[in-house]
């Protein structure tokens, strides 16, 4: 029988349930303005002074995969609270992959808008989470004796 969640897993437990909202509230706030404030027509516009050809791609592919990382989330969700015993390898996998996208998406951007820098404050504190995941609670699912005692099904 599988132990309760409890002691460290709890933190573990508020990041898994707070992570499908942090995304599907970016999902909300961020995109939807820029395709009813006329933003998109003044970046994929060629004759526009704001035009570049990477704009399009940039945003249409942050939007897909933060599309991913949600429905992603959800399901690293269920496999936590069914205490699953491939949840730690979800943690994982995501945590690396997030922390990836991160870095390619900030570099990205600095292509695209030169004049910003790569690393903003909004940039760097989610690359700092990404990095609290792979740093301390990856290992921390692989290792602990209540993980190994929780996450066996």
């Known amino acids: 029988m599988p132990k309760a969640i409890g002691g460290w897993l709890i933190l573990v437990a508020l990041g898994v349930i707070l992570g499908p909202f942090r995304i599907g509230h970016l999902l909300v706030t961020t995109f939807p303005p820029i395709f009813s404030d006329g933003t998109w027509e ?10 570049s050809a990477l704009w399009a791609p940039f945003i249409l592919g942050e939007i897909a995969f933060n599309l991913i990382l949600l429905v992603a989330s959800i399901y690293m969700a269920i496999l936590f609270f069914s205490k699953k015993s491939n949840f730690p390898k979800w943690f994982a996998a995501l945590s690396i992959v997030s922390a990836i996208f991160i870095l390619l998406d900030a570099y990205v951007a600095s292509i695209v808008m030169p004049g910003i820098p790569m690393f903003d404050s909004e940039t760097s504190k989610e690359f700092g989470r990404s990095l609290v995941s792979c740093l301390i609670w990856t290992p921390y699912l692989f290792l602990s004796q209540r993980s190994k005692e929780t996450f066996i099904r």
């Open 42 to 51: 003044a970046i994929t516009t060629e004759t526009s002074e704001v035009y």
